[in-house]
T-cell receptor, first 114, second 115 residues
Framework: DGGITQSPKYLFRKEGQNVTLSCEQN?????MYWYRQDPGQGLRLIYY???????QKGDIAEGYSVSREKKESFPLTVTSAQKNPTAFYLC?????????????FGSGTRLTVV | AQKVTQAQTEISVVEKEDVTLDCVYE???????LFWYKQPPSGELVFLIR??????QNEISGRYSWNFQKSTSSFNFTITASQVVDSAVYFC????????????FGDGTTLTVKP
């Protein structure tokens, strides 16, 4: 079955470390997105990509980086510059033809700074 | 600018009660799409429904129904005879050509259904 796979499910990071969250989709979707969700809050867009080898900053891109070398993959790196990285991270994808399509989400990665 | 407002932060009901989740949106586009997603405790958001701006027909799917009214820019979601399994965070979202086609999400409504 097609879907989005995020790994790992739980991730612990020490202060000053960079960590990379994986997001892979086999839906043949063009667009991919990374969101951050803090407890009791909504979704905030970190980065998005509408085509391979191209991506744009979202609303809270500082301290994060991404790459889109393959259509199926959109990894997110949380750098040491992100001062408060503890959060739930969700990856999503969608067809990029018009706006009629909703998003398919992964199951998320919960990142904790220790 | 686009905006989606879910004024109800938390709702608590007892099983079998009906409950309505409100969603109000703002957009200058004439063509747009509205969505509802469910986020159960496991964390993954699940797509529930899509409605385009030209179709104001209400939709019913089992215990779920949606009321879209362009005159009030609202797209409300009603759960009839709620069940404990309906406990989740529900997000309303708007997508159009504005904002580079990205979805604009509301802040979500946390629904708790007590047995």
């Amino acid at each position: 079955d097609g879907g989005i796979t995020q790994s790992p499910k739980y991730l612990f990071r020490k202060e000053g470390q960079n960590v990379t969250l994986s997001c892979e989709q086999n839906l043949n979707h063009d667009a991919m997105y990374w969101y951050r969700q803090d407890p009791g809050q909504g979704l905030r867009l970190i980065y998005y990509s509408q085509i391979v080898n191209d991506f744009q900053k979202g609303d809270i891109a500082e301290g994060y980086s991404v790459s889109r070398e393959k259509k199926e993959s959109f990894p997110l790196t949380v750098t040491s510059a992100q001062k408060n990285p503890t959060a739930f991270y969700l990856c999503a994808s969608s067809i990029n033809r018009g706006q009629a399509y909703g998003y398919t989400f992964g199951s998320g990665t919960r990142l904790t700074v220790v | 600018a686009q905006k989606v407002t879910q004024a109800q932060t938390e709702i608590s009901v007892v099983e079998k009660e009906d409950v309505t989740l409100d969603c109000v949106y703002e957009t200058r586009d004439t063509t747009y799409y509205l969505f509802w997603y469910k986020q159960p405790p496991s964390g993954e958001l699940v797509f529930l429904i899509r409605r385009n701006s030209f179709d104001e027909q209400n939709e019913i799917s089992g215990r779920y129904s949606w009321n879209f009214q362009k005159s009030t820019s609202s797209f409300n979601f009603t759960i009839t005879a709620s069940q404990v399994v309906d406990s989740a965070v529900y997000f309303c979202a708007l997508r159009s050509n504005t904002n580079a086609g990205k979805s604009t999400f509301g802040d979500g409504t946390t629904l708790t259904v007590k047995p």
